[in-house]
């Protein structure tokens, strides 16, 4: 069974940054395209970038230029670096194969205030 594992979520003022984690136990890791999701209050969940086993990107245009996505294939891994945070970024960030492939983790959550 596929379990995903958020971590790295917390407080950090405006400007700031946070790299979150994602431990993904997929077996054939590197054929999924993986993703990052985020729920904010009083908002649907949306998608915030995802990144394919051969390490092609695409962002969401709200994050466009100040999030990073990228993987380790051998670790199982999916990182989030956010730099240049904005409250509006604040959300439970979830990490998920595209198209919400399989049961949510609990996400992490990120919190942008001053």
């Known amino acids: 069974q596929v379990q995903l594992a958020e971590s790295g979520g917390g407080l950090v003022q405006p400007a700031g940054s946070l790299r979150l984690s994602c431990a993904a136990s997929i077996s054939i890791f590197r054929l999924y395209i993986m993703a990052w999701y985020r729920q904010a209050p009083g908002k649907q969940r949306e998608l915030v970038a995802h990144i394919t086993g051969g390490g092609v990107t695409n962002y969401a245009d709200s994050v466009k230029g100040r999030f990073t996505i990228s993987r380790d294939n051998a670790k199982k891994m999916v990182y989030l670096q956010m730099n240049n945070l904005l409250p509006e970024d604040t959300a439970v960030y979830y990490c998920?194969?595209?198209?919400?492939?399989?049961?949510w983790g609990l996400g992490t959550e990120v919190t942008v205030s001053s």
């Open positions: 998920n194969g595209l198209g919400n492939k399989w049961d």
